[in-house]
Antibody, heavy 117, light 107 residues
Framework: QVQLKESGPGLVQPSQTLSLTCTVS????????VSWVRQPPGKGLEWMGV???????AYNSLLKSRLSISRDTSKSQVFLKMNSLQTEDTATYYC???????????WGQGVMVTVSS | DIQMTQSPSSLPASLGDRVTITCRAS??????LRWFQQKPGKSPRLMIY???NLANGVPSRFSGSRSGSDYSLTINSLESEDMAIYYC?????????FGSGTKLEIK
């Protein structure tokens, strides 16, 4: 069945780089896009960016200068890297399956990331 | 970017009530509108797609509708398991944008 699972460090120091991995199963990264969505504690959802089936990417303009999404199709993994982290980046980070006209039908469980010294 | 204005932010209701949550799009998004339910500590769950279609496994007391740029989620005969935060999402164009959320709670 379709599954997505995020992994990464729970704590990152300010100004450092966040690296997260989304490992998927039950579908191919060449058939479905994968988006990253984050949610600060007690707040709403924010779309961060997407990696499309062809490997191209698109980013939220508010994060574009700090964010990079890549993938390894052989390992069914999607990677998120975001630099210059600040306390405002403290959030639960989700990856979600995406397809033209049918986004976010499946989500990962999320990974909580705290930015603190 | 397309703004999704969601209201109300909080909705106290009693079990058995009929409730409606609304999102207004700042630009035309057609029917590229989805509704998600999120319970504490859980990932969002797709409830409605294409503005009016029920996702798999969603109870029939949930329904979606559209009137112009206003999109609504209605829950008939509220049950305790429906208490959650609901978000709309426009996916007509990137960047996808969510509404700010509506917290449905027991009165």
């Amino acid at each position: 069945q379709v599954q997505l699972k995020e992994s990464g460090p729970g704590l990152v120091q300010p100004s450092q780089t966040l690296s997260l991995t989304c490992t998927v199963s039950g579908f191919s990264l060449t058939s479905y896009h994968v988006s990253w969505v984050r949610q600060p504690p007690g707040k709403g959802l924010e779309w961060m960016g997407v990696i499309w089936t062809g490997g191209s990417t698109a980013y939220n303009s508010l994060l574009k200068s700090r964010l990079s999404i890549s993938r390894d199709t052989s390992k069914s993994q999607v990677f998120l890297k975001m630099n210059s982290l600040q306390t405002e980046d403290t959030a639960t980070y989700y990856c979600a399956r995406d397809r033209a006209g049918s986004p976010f039908d499946y989500w990962g469980q999320g990974v909580m990331v705290t930015v603190s010294s | 970017d397309i703004q999704m204005t969601q209201s109300p932010s909080s909705l106290p209701a009693s079990l058995g009530d009929r409730v409606t949550i609304t999102c207004r799009a700042s630009q035309d998004i057609g029917n590229y509108l989805r509704w998600f339910q999120q319970k504490p500590g859980k990932s969002p769950r797709l409830m409605i797609y294409g503005a009016t279609n029920l996702a798999n496994g969603v109870p029939s007391r949930f329904s979606g509708s559209r009137s112009g740029s206003d999109y609504s989620l209605t829950i008939n005969s509220l049950e305790s398991e429906d208490m959650a935060i609901y978000y709309c999402l426009q996916h007509n164009e990137y960047p996808f944008t969510f509404g700010s959320g509506t917290k449905l709670e027991i009165k």
